[in-house]
Every structure is written in structure tokens, then in C-alpha cells.
């Protein structure tokens, strides 16, 4: 008896947390599929009404900003692009300074590992000013180069994949040396599709990161053509509500499809390391 | 670390190259710049920089604005360390607890983790706008509610903005937790212990210790700098600056005010800030967990 009480204690709780979480996006969801007049009078909708085509074909392809030289579907673009350059980026690189720290000893190990951790301190919040400086300085303001550079080091997948790596036994290092491997066969043929979860789950977490990006974005990108999802939350503010909503729908989808659906892959990475 | 190694400079340094240029170029660059900031003063039309000692910050402090920030984001930090940890944790026990949906609760709960702070922010303003908010006059019809007038009501906007965002984050690193603790363990605490309310707080709280320490320390970093995006998007700082952040702050007096030497000033103390709370949770939080 008293278990199944409990079971029900938990389930109920846990629909609660399901609502708590889906109602919000629902109300702006289903409100983005009326007539801007009709929640104008009404307010948001519950329920699912029959402009979704009409609302969701306009804020895509309509051209806005000041020069209407770029669309909603152009901004998504530039955010996937800068999203898919940092994940990228920052992964090769994490990778191959995580194989440094932990597989070579030589004088300069420990100045290395507190020079990359140390940034762990200063995120890009704290060096806003300076860093928009040096970006102008080497000329990259409106460019994709300029977008992912700056954001593409990451210490925290540094650190995890220095974690993963210290956490393979030395066999297998003392195995490929005797089997002749150098230190970049070994890096190539046995680390790298050792870590192909890890690599996964990396990529997922800086996907999501760069793809939500805000501040960064939005002060250095003045040219409309590199708009990112940002600037276009901003840019929206001017519409009527139903293009509003129907544009925070869309910017949100496509890191939320990443997570759903990649949702093992990203878990089981980040957790493998400990 | 491990003993068998490879010992070669060459491949060393290429493989870590990559990684330290481009911290050099954007990371140790702009925080050398920083500092220059902090400790100088440049004249109105920009033909001069003196150097100007502490001057800076003491600016900085005595600004009562500066305390008001300073106020607000440690309270902000709390609340929102404090209410996202609950609610993931009592998530992520229920959803441990079950045997049947498991895995659909844990979808339906993981994915505002992807959604960006600044899109939260933007719906939240939804719910909080005077005239179509459902929540604005939800809490107007029981006692008035104002945020765009009331401080403590803009604290409540800016509040529930922000924790309801990072409860995914916690949720997921809870139920890791909790799937990590030895079954055997729990076994053996059935046995000696009937309430299950008691054995939570004996058994499983204490050994999610670690779980519980990191995820402050996640808490802590997202209220104070990924929160800026929620801040600008929904109250921005109203009323009269009472709901800014000190990262906003920053921002705000660096940007819009163009004060580099203020904006240098406010970086240095959030660094020193955030090296205080890390060095204090090393030494005395960490050293209370025990690791199994």
C-alpha cells in the first residue's frame, strides 16, 4: 500500500515538473499560430489556431533590420555556422592540448596546465571591452572568423577531456609502445576513436553553448549580413506579438532538437569521465 | 599522473599550440588590456593616458549604485542556487524513484537546458508584460504586483526568469548522481531504516555531496555571468537599477558609458570576487565531502 502511494507521490510530483517546464513555451507556441489582431484582443491562446503556415512562412523569409538585407532563416544560418565553428574548433583543440598535458612530461607541463585553467577565472564577460578591441584591431568585427575565434578555447572541455584521458589505463599506452606506435599514431589510431563518446558529448555542450551566445554577438556584429539569433531577439522587439512569438519557437529549435535527440550520447560523455 | 609518458618537445608543444595561441591572442591579451584600464585614466578626447593608482576603484566602490548591484547579485546568486538545486533535486529523486517513463520524464526534463538565456528571457517578458501577461496579472489581482515600480516585485520577475532555466541543468547532474550511488548501499540502508524521508537525508544526501558541491559551483557561475542575456531582455535593470547584475553593470558603464577605466575597475573586482568563492569552496567545502 505504502508503495504504491509513493509511486504516486513521485509521479504526480514529476508531472508538475513536466508542466512546469512545457506550459510556458506551449502558451507562446500556441499563441504563435493566430492572427496578430485576434491576441491582441484575447491575450496569449491555449489552444492551436490556424495561422501557423501563414505566421511561420512570413517571419522566416520576410527581410528586416534596417537595411532589410536579411531574413530570419539568413540569421538562423549565421547562429548554426557560429554554433558549428566553435563546437568544432574548440573540440579539435581541447583534444590535442588534453593529449599534451597528460601524455608528455617536460619542464614547461605545469606552466601549461595553470595557463589554460586559469582562464577558467575569466569568461568573456569579464574581458568584454578588451576583447572587442583586439577583434577590431586584427579587423575580424563582422566575420564568422571573428564570431568563433575569441570563444573557441575552452577550458571545461580541456579539462574533461584531460579527465577521460587519465582515467585510460597505462596499459594501453605501454601496449602501442611496444607495438612501435609514436606519439601521433598513438594520438590518431588509439585515442582519438577511444574518445568518439566523449568527442560526442563535447560537441553537443559547445553547440549549445556558441549557438546560445549573446553578448559577444551582439556588440560585434554591427553589419546586418552576420545578425545572429541575438540580434534578431532584439530586432523583434519592434514587430507585432505574434511575430515575436513565432520567432522565439524557431530560434529555440534547433538546440533543442541537438539535445532531445542526442540526449544519451551527451549524458553518457559527460558523465564517463568521473 | 600517469608514468609511462612520451617525451618529446616538439610534439608537445605542437599539440598544445593551437589551444594557447588563441588564449594568448583572446584571452591573456584583453586581460592585460584590463588591467591598463583599471590602473589608468584617459582624458575626454583621447590623447592622453595617465596612470592613476587605485583611483578607479575607489570610484567604483564608493557609487552606492555599485553596492546596490553588488547587494543584488548576492542575493540573486542565492536564490537562484537555492530554489534550481531544490527542484532539480526533488526532480531527480522522484524520477529515480519510478520505474516505468523513466526515460520520457527524463526528455520532457532535460531540454530547456538547450535554450538560450536570452530566449528565456524574452518569453518571461510575455508572461510579465502589463497588458497581454498572464502572470503579471495573475500576481496584480493578489496584491498589486508592479515590477516596472516595485523593487521586490522585479526581484520576483527577474527571480523566477532565471531559476527556471538552470533547473534541467541541475536535474541531469542530480539523477547521474543518484544512478551512481551503489545499489548495494541503499539496500542495506532498507534494511536498517524504515522512513524513507530519514534515509534520504542519512544516506543518499550525504553521498551526493560531490554532486551537490559542483553543481554550486555551476549555479554560482551562471547567476553571475550567463544571466546577463535574461537581465537585458527583461527588466533591464528596472526599477532605477535595482536589478542589475554586476556582470550588467559592467557591461552597461563599459558600453553604453564608454567609462573604460570604470569598466576595467568593476572586471578586476568580479575576478577577485569569483577567486574568492572558488579558493573558499576549495578549502572549506570541499574538505567536509567524503569521495567513495
Known sequence: ?274 | MKRVQFSSYFTQYFFIAPQLAIILIFLYLPIVQTFRDAFTIQDAFGFGRYFSGLDNFTFVLSDPNYITALKFTLIFIFVITLFSCSIGLLLAVQANNVIHGKSAYKTLLIWPYAIAPAVVGVTANYFFSERLGILYNFFNGLWGFDWYDNVYDAYIYVFIAASWKQISANFIFFLAGLQNIQKSIIEASIIDCKSSFRRFWTITFPLLMPTTFFLIIINITYSFFDTLGIIDTTTIGAPSGETKTLVYKAYIDGFKGLDLGSAGAQSIIMMLIVLVITVFQFRFIEGKIHYN
Open chain 1, 1 to 274: 500500500m505504502s508503495r504504491i502511494f509513493r509511486i504516486t507521490v513521485s509521479h504526480s510530483i514529476l508531472i508538475w515538473g513536466v508542466l512546469l517546464m512545457i506550459v510556458p513555451l506551449w502558451l507562446v507556441f500556441a499563441s504563435s499560430t493566430h492572427s496578430n489582431s485576434f491576441i491582441y484582443n484575447e491575450g496569449m491562446q491555449w489552444k492551436i489556431g490556424g495561422e501557423f503556415f501563414d505566421n511561420y512562412d512570413r517571419v522566416l523569409n520576410r527581410k528586416g533590420g534596417f537595411t532589410k538585407e536579411i531574413t530570419a532563416s539568413g540569421i538562423f544560418y549565421n547562429s548554426f555556422i557560429m554554433a558549428f565553428g566553435i563546437a568544432s574548433l574548440s573540440v579539435f583543440v581541447s583534444m590535442m592540448a588534453a593529449y599534451s598535458l597528460v601524455y608528455f612530461k617536460t619542464r614547461f607541463s605545469t606552466l601549461f596546465f595553470w595557463l589554460i585553467f586559469v582562464t577558467l577565472l575569466v569568461p568573456l564577460e569579464l574581458r568584454i571591452l578588451p576583447s572587442y578591441q583586439i577583434v577590431s584591431d586584427l579587423n575580424l568585427l563582422n566575420s564568422y572568423a571573428g564570431l568563433i575565434l575569441p570563444l573557441s578555447a575552452s577550458a571545461i572541455a580541456t579539462f574533461f577531456f584531460r579527465q577521460y584521458y587519465r582515467s585510460i589505463p597505462e596499459e594501453l599506452l605501454e601496449a602501442a609502445k611496444l607495438d612501435g606506435a609514436n606519439s601521433w599514431k598513438f594520438f590518431i589510431d588509439f585515442l582519438v576513436p577511444l574518445s568518439k563518446t566523449m568527442i560526442a558529448a563535447m560537441f553537443i555542450f559547445m553547440f549549445v553553448y556558441g549557438y546560445n551566445q549573446y553578448l559577444w554577438p551582439l556588440i560585434m556584429t554591427t553589419s546586418e549580413k552576420y545578425w545572429t539569433v541575438v540580434m534578431g531577439l532584439k530586432m523583434i522587439y519592434g514587430g507585432n506579438s505574434v511575430d515575436r512569438y513565432t520567432y522565439v519557437i524557431l530560434s529555440l529549435i534547433p538546440p533543442v532538437i541537438i539535445i532531445v535527440f542526442l540526449q544519451r550520447l551527451f549524458i553518457q560523455g559527460l558523465f564517463q569521465s568521473k
